[in-house]
């Protein structure tokens, strides 16, 4: 079974649509994260959480908000989806000093 | 601020060579340094860790800090070494990681 499972994993969408993704972990880690990955670019934080009432912003935030709903779950919400946010969205989960453990990867793609 | 360089987008070697993928970063305190890979239509998974100072796949890292670098290395490519690889330092304090643009390793027959 997987650590970190991701819902949807491929999704098209109109712009101006909000759309959520989901991310859920098994590991029982207090530190989640949502990366996004564009060819050429790497990936790039949007969000990250340390416990279930600390949430901050990364490097690309703006558009995007986030929820902890509990310490396995950590949705990534976009408000009014634009064409610009396509690309790959990863949510991870880590324990300080093992590295990221990620989940499978959600494609959007908004029209 | 902390950052990660890889100045190969792409590498090609054939099987039975020796790969190695550059990775620079600047930091300004005690780095933690991971290497990530992403075989094609899965996930990306951690490869190594400096601090583990261990041998996976046959890869290897050593962290240079007079250098600045943490180079991944292997003395004999295999086909199925193909695939992106990311380096990463992760801000201890901050709990961050940041990424390199990657480096896509392909290795010919």
């Known amino acids: 079974d997987a650590d970190v499972t991701q819902t949807p994993r491929n999704r098209i969408t109109k712009t101006g649509k909000r759309i959520m993704l989901e991310c859920s972990q098994t590991k029982g880690h207090d530190r989640m994260y949502w990366y996004r990955q564009d060819p050429g670019l790497g990936l790039r934080l949007i969000y990250y959480s340390f416990d279930v009432k600390d949430i901050n912003k990364g490097e690309i935030s703006d558009g995007y908000s986030v929820s902890r709903q509990a310490q396995a779950k950590f949705s990534l919400s976009l408000e009014s989806a634009i064409p610009n946010q396509t690309a790959l969205y990863f949510c991870?989960?880590?324990?300080?000093?093992?590295?990221?453990?990620f989940g499978p990867g959600t494609r959007l793609t908004v029209t | 601020a902390q950052r990660v360089t890889q100045p190969e987008k792409l590498l090609s070697v054939f099987k039975g060579a020796p790969v190695e993928l550059k990775c620079n970063y600047s930091y300004s305190g005690s780095p933690e340094l991971f290497w990530y890979v992403q075989y094609s239509r899965q996930r990306l998974q951690l490869l190594l860790r400096h601090i583990s100072r261990e041998s996976i796949k046959g890869f290897t890292a050593d962290l240079n800090k007079g250098e600045t670098s943490f180079h991944l290395k292997k003395p004999f490519a295999q086909e199925e070494d193909s695939a992106m690889y990311y380096c990463?330092?992760?801000?201890?304090?901050?709990?961050?990681?940041?990424f390199g643009d990657g480096t896509t390793l392909t290795v010919k027959p």
């Open positions: 990463a330092l992760t801000n201890t304090n901050a709990g961050k990681s940041t």
């Open positions: 991870a989960t880590s324990d300080p000093g093992q590295g990221l453990l």
